[in-house]
């Protein structure tokens, strides 16, 4: 399987800052990388596709980058309703295996 | 619309199996493969492996290999996922996922899009 490696694990930020999550491949997936947003009690809600692509409704303040091993999420400027916990996600192959998560708090 | 409507909790002893059931409704059902998704408290999201409706070919996480079976019923558009040899660590959230797909740029890029509400699953003595 294809490990996926999400850093940091937890961050504590304010309203209005910059945050950036990465995430680390095991092998090349060129860009076939997802990002979720997931908050208590819901399903994971997609943000990103294709490693830059923005999901159809998603505030543009959401943004990837990245290819092959290497991928960053940014939120330009953190909302109330972004504190949630957010996965990077491969669909290089069929068993599509998730970053263990970045969980972003109130600071 | 997609609708993906899994089976209630169920309580486990270790060492029993659980099958969980996952019925689709709103597009065709053998067009789309089904992944399953896990979710143990406190912890991320795991994806156990995924099945081809149309085939029934399937592919599962490696740390689940031996343990788990998916199938689909395209007769009842229903998915399955049993999992044997229950463990305490097997103690989860279940998900069936349907994905979405964009491939307008000529590369198709897959996502999960339409979840099952999810089903608890706790294996305790």
């Known amino acids: 399987d294809i490990q996926m490696t999400q850093s940091p694990s937890s961050l504590s930020a304010s309203i209005g800052d910059r945050v950036t999550i990465t995430c680390r491949a095991s092998?090349?997936?060129?860009?076939?990388l997802n990002w979720y947003q997931h908050k208590p009690g819901k399903t994971p809600d997609l943000l990103i596709y294709g490693a830059s692509t923005l999901q159809s409704g998603v505030p543009s303040r959401f943004s990837g980058s990245g290819s092959g091993t290497d991928f960053t999420l940014t939120i330009s400027s953190l909302q109330p309703e972004d504190f949630a916990t957010y996965y990077c996600q491969q669909s290089y192959n069929s068993t599509k295996t998730f970053g263990g998560g970045t969980k972003v708090d109130i600071k | 619309q997609v609708q993906l409507v899994q089976s209630g909790a169920e309580v486990k002893k270790p060492g029993a199996s659980v099958k969980v059931s996952c019925k689709a409704s709103?597009?065709?059902?053998?067009?789309?493969?089904i992944s399953w998704v896990r979710q143990a408290p406190g912890q991320g999201l795991e994806c156990m492996g995924w099945?081809?409706?149309?085939?029934?070919?399937?592919n599962y996480a490696q740390n689940l290999q031996g343990r788990v079976t998916m199938t689909a019923d395209t007769s009842t558009n229903t998915a399955y996922m049993e999992l044997r040899s229950l463990r305490s660590d097997d103690t989860a959230v279940y998900y069936c996922?349907?994905?979405?797909?964009?491939?307008?740029?000529?590369?198709?890029?897959?996502?999960?899009?339409?979840w099952g509400q999810g089903t608890l699953v706790t294996v305790s003595s």
């Open positions: 092998q090349s997936i060129s860009r076939y």
């Open positions: 996922v349907r994905e979405g797909g964009d491939c307008s740029g000529g590369t198709c890029y897959y996502y999960f899009q339409h």
């Open positions: 709103g597009y065709t059902f053998d067009s789309y493969g």
């Open positions: 099945i081809s409706v149309y085939y029934g070919s399937t």
